[in-house]
């Protein structure tokens, strides 16, 4: 499901691909107002499936995190002034989400970024975030 969703380098929000145009994608806001818009080649672009956060060990893909989130809040939006939460405090959240997470390279901006964009899948229905594993063929 989050190989469609989209962050754009300079544009708040997410964006989710509708179509591919001449030289750029079309693109849908994910929020209420839905607005469309070109991309164009210069943005930077990037699929939320393709982003990671840094651990001790290995990095873990965003979806698997978004998951673990979704499984702490039990479905809902996390409720924590983000915008305003101290260093400590968003730490201490992420620290359930992903406890081996490593603290010399995610900021605290890394983990607003990825609170801000939980909620706003939650609120428009995208709960959805790893993808369904195949199960074997039985006999």
């Not at 989400?97 to 939650?122: G, M, T």
């Amino acid at each position: 499901m989050l190989k469609k969703i989209l962050a754009v380098s300079g544009k708040p929000g997410l964006y989710k691909l509708v179509s591919r145009g001449n030289r750029c994608l079309i693109v849908e806001s994910v929020d209420a107002a839905k607005k469309r818009m070109p991309i164009m080649g210069t943005d930077k672009v990037i699929s939320l499936n393709d982003i990671a956060m840094y651990t001790d060990a290995d990095d873990v893909p965003l979806p698997q995190i978004l998951e673990s989130l979704k499984n702490l809040q039990e479905g809902k939006v996390v409720e924590m002034d983000y915008k305003n939460a101290s260093k400590d405090e968003l730490f201490d959240l992420f620290a359930k989400v992903l406890p081996e997470f490593d603290r010399d390279r995610v900021h605290a901006s890394d983990v607003k970024k990825l609170i801000q964009w939980y909620n706003l899948l939650i609120v428009n229905g995208i709960n959805e975030f790893v993808e369904p594993e195949e199960t074997a063929e039985a006999e």
